[in-house]
């Protein structure tokens, strides 16, 4: 990024149209180069008083498509993503069980967690696509924000019904076999973090396991118990965004 | 207005071309050339996607450059098959402009 001084109008469009782009599934060093490339025009253009519209046209949405257009679609990079992203959610959901009480999953879960982890996926990214080609109010991306989130919620839970509903053969393990399958869960989530030069797959399984695992400790309610560890866990994972956010920029300075 | 822009999107890739065909551009100083031609009604972001597309096409490649004025630029240079693709479109558009302009005329003058 070139951080050149720019008009806040012209900053959130350009930040809008990196995560269009990329939720859009271009490669990242393509969207890198548009978007320095229209840093620059920008810069230029503010120089003699010219406004972002005046740029882009009437809409945002209108041209973030017409640049999308003209981008290919990383398919090696998702291909390598999206497996990743499964088996990381997933290696953290078998690292919960197990510490909560072992490895013992039906066939239907088994193949309703990548199912779940695949539509999650979708629904976040034209979340993010939808909410930068508008100019909502922060309450309206939010509210999407919101939806999406609930939608998480409302299938993992089903998920954990499901099995109530359609009968299919258990898969368990005694002792040896849940150690070998949580060091292998450990294993992947380490290997990611080393693939993508971040913590974020270390910190996120321990923000879900650890606060639920505390709180289970405690006089309360099992209801209460489920509520306070979940608001644990969405406030350690908003401090973790809001700091690293604040990291990036302060290093991109 | 509005048709005119319909009208120059099927002839803004040759436009950008033949351009940059005369001197390498970077993005703002090519949006400038096409309105200092008379192509005022293109706005100027409009030239990215065309960009894109004409590298896709290999018809254009980028090279960053320094700039003594500011942050690196990225210039444009016409590639041979790009040069090839302007002499098909120039002489495709002479071929329809001259015809359409004279029964456009007769109609005006009805």
Redesign the interface.
Known sequence: M?Q?PLSKKSQTFIENLRIYLFSCGKKTNEID??T??????L???EKEN?SVE????SSPKE?ME??S????FDVRGWAKYVPIIILGAFSGIVLKDIVFGGFQYSLVELIGYPLVCIVLLLAYMWTFRHISSHNFSKAKEFFFLYLVSFLSIAMFVGLMFLPNYIESPIIMHGYYGNLIVASMAISFLIGISIWSKTIVSIVLPIFYIVPEYLVGFTDLSVGNQLWISSLIMYALIGAYLFFEMKRTSTSAK | MAARSQLLKGILDACVMAIVEEKAV???EL?QQLQKVGLLDI????I??VL??LQ?NGFII?EMRPSAS?????YYFLTDSGREELERISSEWMLIASPVSQLLQRGENR
């Open positions: 070139n050149l180069e548009i320095d490339e229209l840093e620059v025009h810069y230029e253009a010219k005046h740029i882009i046209g041209y017409q640049i257009g003209e981008m290919s | 970077y993005g703002y949006s706005s100027e972001g409009t990215y996607p894109l597309r896709k980028g500011g942050p690196n630029r990225k």
